[in-house]
């Protein structure tokens, strides 16, 4: 699976959208882009994949550049309840032998 | 539906020591997978079963091991405990294999003393 970079931390105000970048330079053509989240004393929580067409749930949207060497994940409207480590993975979305690496991540504040 | 379940919550143990970890998955799911998350290291990939056959393995020693039950719980085991296997020790169980979706439990924290 291909690496990817995230800031360390960042912070936002509340109520405002919250972007998080994600440099994976290295990824292939059938590699998909995965975002999760982890809460304090909590596991990580999925939030939204894609491959190369931007994605939006109910949660976040994801935005892939269209060489797809980085990706945004975009919280529009902050709450203090999006305080927490997110993390940006790329990994194949088929069977096979390899593992899911979620890396350092960003660790996102809200501020009130 | 009842998320993935972990027990215990939290552990203590002493070096030397062995301990057994419990996860029950979301009913359906077939797919289980450990994890270690330590300050220093994050988050470590330990091992996947799938139909009671482990799949996956990470870069651990062997004194780490698992096992998958035809209910599709999944237990771990760590013998000979040493410091550094002081972790919280994660699992997640998704639909298949390599499903997009993993559900996390919250985790058992273990303290080796």
């Known amino acids: 699976d291909a690496k990817t970079t995230q800031p360390t931390s960042m912070d936002c105000a509340e109520g405002r959208a919250a972007n998080l970048p994600c440099n994976h330079s290295?990824?292939?053509?059938?590699?998909?882009v995965y975002w999760y989240r982890q809460i304090h004393s909590q596991g990580p929580q999925y939030i939204i994949h894609?491959?190369?067409n931007n994605e939006t749930n109910e949660m976040a949207s994801l935005i892939i550049t269209e060489d797809r060497k980085s990706s945004t994940l975009i919280l529009p409207h902050a709450t203090l309840r999006d305080t927490a480590v997110y993390y940006c993975i790329v990994r194949v979305s088929n069977f096979g032998n390899e593992k899911l690496t979620f890396g350092t991540g960003t660790r996102l504040t809200i501020i009130p | 539906k009842a998320g993935v379940t972990q027990t215990p919550r939290y552990l203590i143990k002493t070096r030397g020591q062995q301990v057994t970890l419990s996860c029950s998955p979301i009913s359906g799911h077939r797919s289980v997978s450990w994890y270690q998350q330590t300050p220093g290291q994050g988050l470590q990939f330990l091992f996947e079963y799938f139909s009671e056959t482990q799949r996956n393995k990470g870069n651990f020693p062997g004194r780490f091991s698992g096992r998958q039950f035809s209910n599709s719980r999944s237990e771990m085991n760590v013998s000979t405990l040493e410091l550094g296997d002081s972790a919280l020790y994660l699992c997640?169980?998704?639909?298949?294999?390599?499903?997009?979706?993993?559900?996390f439990g919250s985790g058992t924290q273990l303290s080796v003393l």
């Open positions: 997640a169980s998704s639909l298949e294999p390599r499903n997009e979706k993993l559900f």
């Open positions: 894609g491959l190369k």
């Open positions: 290295t990824i292939s053509g059938n590699e998909y």
